[in-house]
């Protein structure tokens, strides 16, 4: 059970980039991607912040135009997740415990309609909760790198010397996955 956690291939993401914002969700939507799952903290906002900025708004305005429909799925707290979406038409849902299926299962629940597994991506900064789970539930996973390190909580530290050893797992085994994803600029 172990050993099958720790194979380094359900830790590689789709795509890679350094911001939500450096994603290319023209290239996304080309792909058959309709529903956007993402993370909060570290992805959208830092710990340190907990409402909706304008240039989000507008950003989340955007991707509504371009066609996606948009979930945040966070493990973090239900009331900041809902204090974030407030006024907005985005959804959300807290203790989402991932990697594990229970919340996004909820998440989907949520949705407008239902999407087939290859028209779902879920955006976030964590290989160990975030692309574990886009990989074992079999949807696109996209990383981003974290906004602020610094204030992260004593469980997203663990998380993080564990991605750590994936990450120089991914460099030794797939060194053609690691260089193309340009991985090497993990912060
Ligand atoms: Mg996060």
Redesign the pocket.
Known sequence: MIERFFRSKHFIPKEFHDTFFDIDFDQLYKKGIRLILT?????LISYQEDIMTKVMIDKFDELANQGFEVIII??NRPERVEKYVRGTKILGIGSARKPFFKGIKKALDMASKTYYDDEICLI???LV??IYLSNRFGIYGVLVN?IARKTEKFY?KMNRRLEERMLQKIAKKHPDVFARLKLEKRR
Request: net charge negative.
């Open positions: 993370d909060l903290d570290n992805t966070s493990n976030g900064d964590q909760t975030d974290p997203t």
